[in-house]
């Protein structure tokens, strides 16, 4: 009997990127402890979540970009739209290798990529996506253009 696949998510099909290793990839270890498994001792799915975000300001701040200041200089670059495939879970203990890259700028739009991979490479855990728009934190509005450093160290990052 054929085991059934779920369809992939669009985001994730459509951006065949998430699928290649390439060399600009910023990579922030992890290891599970308790406190990320749910009472099977597997990785929460919300914990995930939370690597990435750590994984992103890690790739900020190694290029330049503290998002503390950032968002006390009144910019904010919250989520707007999260695109996310589980393949295997992670377990009590294990480490592994969050990836992530900015992949490009539309506008004020910032996607980025993120794979989830044992530390040989050999075993994917997570693929993602996840797009970030910047705001003025005072007026709660979309600016209308990302701050020119920010915007300078972004394209830097694009590039590789």
Not at 68 to 91: F, K, M, S, T, W
Request: positive net charge; charged residues 20%.
């Amino acid at each position: 009997m054929k085991k059934p696949q779920l369809p992939p998510t669009e985001a994730i099909s459509s951006h065949p990127g998430l699928k290649t290793t390439t060399d600009n990839w910023f990579e922030y270890p992890i290891r599970v402890y308790p406190h990320h498994t749910d009472y099977a001792g597997r990785v929460w799915h919300g914990t995930y979540l939370t690597w990435m975000e750590a994984a992103r300001v890690e790739c900020l701040l190694s290029n330049g970009i503290d998002f503390a200041e950032l968002v006390n200089l009144g910019c904010d670059l919250p989520v707007i739209d999260l695109a996310i495939r589980y393949h295997q879970p992670l377990a009590l203990g294990m480490n592994a290798i969050v990836k992530t890259r900015m992949k490009e700028i539309t506008g004020v739009r910032i996607h980025w990529d993120y794979k989830i991979q044992s530390l040989d490479t050999e075993q994917t855990y997570v693929t993602a996506r996840v797009t970030l728009v910047a705001i003025d934190r005072d007026k709660g509005k979309i600016l209308r253009q990302l701050p020119p450093g920010v915007k300078t160290v972004l394209s830097q990052l694009q590039k590789g």
